[in-house]
């Protein structure tokens, strides 16, 4: 998944003005008035104008064969479980991952900067005197699927479009944009109210171009199952709703052989089948029928890579390194159920997760705890407050827990017992002080209501770790359950907020942008269905930090204001951080080509893997 957050911006005091109450410079680190041919937040591009390709690609990789995966990421509205539309950028229905590649953007990012982008549509940008306009120059040779030119005024009209009806994850960060002007039909400008972040154009910029003609024609929010005019590498081919979707290699795309794209797009197919239950995955995988997939349940990587085609050499098992940015794995508790709004409510459920028992009897003792939803990141808090994060803090002392204030608050380690009685015990007290006294087996308020709290689940993998975590409440005197739905309702409720608690692992990107920071954080995407701000946070401190985060200037001010944003998370816990593991763990056929080392900020094996038709020979898959 990803994620992305924000609302007014309300006062710091006088300590924090410089760093969050001043709008940012955006690109303070670049020229105004000249043509650029990439951007990044604080002004470094390791690329120049005159690039021919991307470090971590092989330009001369083969084009050819087929590729049937299980995305491990999904973005929008997509559901790897199931799909009932191929519109991904709407809210509405559950599309397929990966309809972004039938799809260009003005610009797009490189894997092996943390930030940077370069031009894709666009050949170049110009930023204004004032920052505010950004005038970008369209590739004549641009074209749509249909042989029909790529124009300015269709990179307006998808903006607009997105500002109004689109997905959270276009729409809000579309707030700041007072106007997308075509100037002609290769040029167009993107005018800002100055509120924006200095990193809002980095969003903008990557957000999928859609054709004004075909919706004019189409009604946009319209669950629709016939393909969308595209003009990306790929675009659909075979598709069953909810089975099995193909993408296409576009033989003639327009934009094959520029810089950001060469050595990159190498399958002619790109097949994604759908499974309800993971084990039926799985053993689509021992078969050959899927041909790469990333593991993510412990037991089964430790016990179940043991079939014949691994012990026969045709099938690799193996680890990548896991990308340098923050890790984010974590349940959220819905702070608009009454129950869970005191902290020390939040606190107890957390004291129920015996870790270090699931670690060993579950995890096969892999996985680490999480502490940080910035996990194996420099934005992760320890020790200590630094001045700088105290002044961004200390205007709200007074709404925010004393823990704070203190050494960075980690979560409880248990006995490995799984039944920690010194934890659970300090879990009964915290709920005795909030109001809960024990009634027979349950913990229950002054109007006898008992303490609910139920998890939502949609994977069996889950809710074998989820069960003794209920378990442990249970005996702490809270009616605890995991309830089991299928996928489009466990997607109906997630969109819905219709839950107690539920997981969730989102990547907010190396250099977190205001944009993205929002729809997990801020109080403007609680109420906003479709936001990633599952525990519906509302906080006049955690809104400020993330506009502060916004507003940074350097890569310092941005870890200050991050981590001292992790602070307040930690000591809120209205996300209880679970578990994270530092590497890919990957099985494939031995069929395809790839180059290592793997870039540091990305791992989109569809785009830069290859079908090695020598290979494929030597297992029996030519």
């Known amino acids: 998944m990803r994620g992305l957050p924000r609302r007014d911006f309300l006062a710091l005091g006088a300590a924090t003005c410089a760093v969050a109450l001043v709008p940012g410079a955006a690109f303070a680190a670049s ?21 021919k390709q991307f470090d971590y690609v092989n330009a001369d990789a083969p084009k050819g064969g087929s590729f049937n995966f299980p995305p491990p990421n999904w973005a929008y509205n997509q559901s790897p479980f199931t799909f009932n539309t191929l519109n991904s950028f709407t809210l509405r229905g559950d599309a397929p991952p990966r309809m972004e590649l039938c799809f260009d953007a003005l610009m797009t990012r490189a894997a092996d900067e943390p930030d940077a982008i370069y031009g894709l549509l666009a050949e170049s940008v110009t930023i204004s005197a004032d920052r505010n306009s950004y005038d970008f120059a369209l590739r004549p040779q641009a074209r749509w699927h249909d042989g029909t030119p790529i124009t300015a005024e269709d990179v307006a009209f998808s903006l607009m479009l997105y500002k109004d009806k689109g997905h959270p994850d276009l729409l809000l960060p579309l707030r700041e944009l007072t106007g997308a002007k075509a100037l002609d039909a290769r040029a167009v400008r993107l005018t800002f109210s100055g509120k924006q972040s200095s990193q809002t154009l980095l969003t903008v910029a990557t957000m999928p171009v859609v054709s004004k003609a075909y919706y004019t024609a189409n009604d946009f929010e319209a669950g629709r199952m016939t393909p969308p005019l595209g003009s990306g590498p790929y675009k659909v081919g075979r598709v069953s709703a909810g089975q099995f979707i193909e993408y296409e290699r576009v033989a003639d795309y327009w934009g094959k052989d520029l810089p950001v794209n060469r050595g990159q797009y190498n399958f002619d197919r790109i097949r994604i089948d759908f499974y309800q239950e993971r084990q039926a995955a799985f053993e689509a ?19 179940d890579y043991d079939f014949p085609a691994l012990k026969q050499g045709k099938v690799v098992k193996r680890e990548f390194p896991g990308e340098k940015w923050p890790s984010m794995q974590a349940v959220a508790l819905n702070l608009r159920r009454a129950q869970f709004q005191d902290v020390r409510v939040r606190r107890a459920i957390g004291m129920c997760f015996d870790f270090e028992w699931t670690k060993r009897t579950l995890f096969a003792g892999s996985y680490d705890r999480s502490q940080s939803n910035f996990e194996r990141s420099e934005f992760r808090a320890d020790g200590m407050p630094s001045p700088q994060e105290l002044a961004l803090l200390e205007p709200f002392r007074s709404e925010l827990p004393p823990e704070t204030f203190g050494e960075a608050v980690k979560q409880p380690v248990s006995d490995g017992s799984g039944r920690d009685r010194k934890l659970l015990g300090a879990a009964v007290k915290l709920l005795t002080e909030a109001g809960w006294k024990r009634s027979g087996d349950f913990a229950v ?10 998890i939502l689940c949609n994977e069996d993998g889950l809710a074998r770790i989820f069960l003794p975590w209920v378990d442990n409440m249970k005996a702490v005197g809270i009616d605890a359950s995991v309830r089991m739905v299928d996928s489009a309702q466990y997607q109906a409720r997630q969109n819905g907020f219709d839950f107690d608690l539920i997981m969730a692992a989102i990547s907010v990107g190396a250099t977190p942008t205001f944009d993205g920071l929002e729809t997990i954080y801020h109080s403007r995407a609680a109420d906003r269905q479709g936001t990633r701000n599952y525990p519906g946070t509302k906080s006049p401190a955690v809104d400020a930090l993330v506009e502060a985060a916004g507003k940074a200037q350097s890569r310092e ?14 000591a809120r816990l ?22 290592e080392p793997k870039p540091d900020y990305g791992f989109p094996v569809e785009t830069l893997w290859w079908f090695d038709k020598d290979k494929a020979a030597k297992i029996g898959k030519a």
């Open 574 to 595: 209205d996300w209880i951080p679970t578990y994270y593991l530092a590497n890919h763990r990957v099985a494939y056929w031995d069929m395809f080509g790839f180059k």
């Open 31 to 51: 020229p105004t008035g000249t043509r650029l041919h990439g951007l990044s937040v604080f002004g470094d591009l390791k690329y120049p104008p005159d690039f």
């Open 285 to 303: 995988f021992k078969k050959g029928d899927t041909h790469y997939r990333e593991e993510f349940t412990a037991r089964v990587w430790v016990n």
């Open 445 to 454: 308020n002054a109007k006898g209501e008992r303490l609910k709290a139920e």
């Open 557 to 570: 001010e941005l870890v200050t204001a991050l981590r001292a944003l992790d602070r307040v998370l930690r």
